[in-house]
């Protein structure tokens, strides 16, 4: 259960993140790192959703088998 608050904590943090980079780079004032951050954060966030439905899947497998 705190894993998953983490989890939505750190999905909150990186969405801020992405929102803040995607600014920069829609008011055409963005550098290389502004373009590399963004696709990072996009990268994190996206890996970080697709465990949490890994997770999500793999405990309703457990609850069901029982």
Do not use: H, P, W
Request: hydrophobic share 50%; proline share 0%; net charge positive.
């Amino acid at each position: 259960m705190k894993s998953s608050y983490l989890a939505l904590g750190f999905l909150i943090v990186l969405m801020i993140n992405c929102i803040r980079y995607f600014t920069y780079i829609f008011e055409q004032t963005a550098s290389n790192y502004d373009y590399l951050m963004f696709t990072m954060n996009i990268i994190a966030f996206l890996y970080l959703v697709t465990m949490l439905i890994v997770q999500s899947n793999k405990k309703t497998d457990q609850t069901v088998k029982k």
